[in-house]
């Protein structure tokens, strides 16, 4: 795993920009929080399997669909402007097929992924029509645990990693219940690469493994 001071000053940064950028352009708009659930479907992937001893090998990955959950903390700098510091986790399943040998030998295993990670998204909403309204976003931020647990026949293997770059392309919106409560529909695409997946003795290492859910969510908006 890599050093917690790195991800520690990832996250410090990420929190003190947004900080930053709320105090600067703050005039009248409006606090909101946003909890949110949903479901990920992801495209098949690879990655490469790498040893202590410097064999690497490639893993065929066949995700299964997974539960989203996130909540962000936003603000709204104009009707059309907003700016959100967003916490979200993945789970999911998955078959991983090992092309020789490595942490299983049998030709195909049983997988569960976990990831979280945390971001900074900015939004731009246009002009509501009636009670509707549609906006676009996008993010960036950091992974602050990504973890695989690989289930094999005879042992079971938990690689970790985080430190990860996330990116997010989001579109959706939102129907106005009250001036403070809205109902939210987002899909959402977001790109990770997910690096240095290690177990704790660091004798197996995953790398270059393409995670990228498509996340259908639905939410809640409240403004306060």
């Known amino acids: 795993m890599k050093q917690l001071s790195s991800i520690t000053i990832k996250v410090f940064i990420l929190v003190l920009l947004i900080v930053i950028s709320f105090n600067v352009l703050a005039n009248q708009g409006a606090w909101y929080i946003k ?41 709204f700098f104009t009707d059309n402007i907003s700016m959100e510091l967003s916490i979200n986790q993945h789970e999911n ?11 299983e030998a049998n030709d195909k295993v049983s997988g569960e992924f976990k990831v979280s990670y945390l971001t900074i998204n900015s939004y731009w909403h246009v002009q509501r029509k009636g009670a509707w309204r549609p906006y676009l976003g996008l ?16 042992n079971k293997v938990a690689l970790e990693s985080d430190g990860d770059l996330v990116l997010q392309l989001m579109f959706g919106f939102d129907y106005e219940l009250t001036q403070q409560l809205a109902l939210l529909t987002e899909l959402k ?6 690096t240095d997946l290690e177990q704790n003795s660091a004798d197996q290492r995953l790398d270059n493994l393409q995670y990228n859910p498509f996340t259908l969510q639905f939410g809640l908006l409240y403004s306060f």
């Open 189 to 194: 695409y977001t790109n990770i690469e997910l």
């Open 139 to 154: 993010g960036a931020g950091v992974t602050t645990n990504a973890e695989v647990d690989v289930d094999g026949t005879s």
């Open 35 to 75: 909890p949110s659930i949903g479901a990920s479907a992801f495209d098949d992937t690879d990655a490469e399997l790498n040893s202590v001893v410097g064999s690497t090998e490639k893993i065929d990955i066949e995700f299964d669909p997974g539960l989203t959950l996130g909540i962000g903390l936003g603000y």
């Open 93 to 103: 399943d998955a078959d991983m097929t090992f092309s020789s040998v490595g942490i």
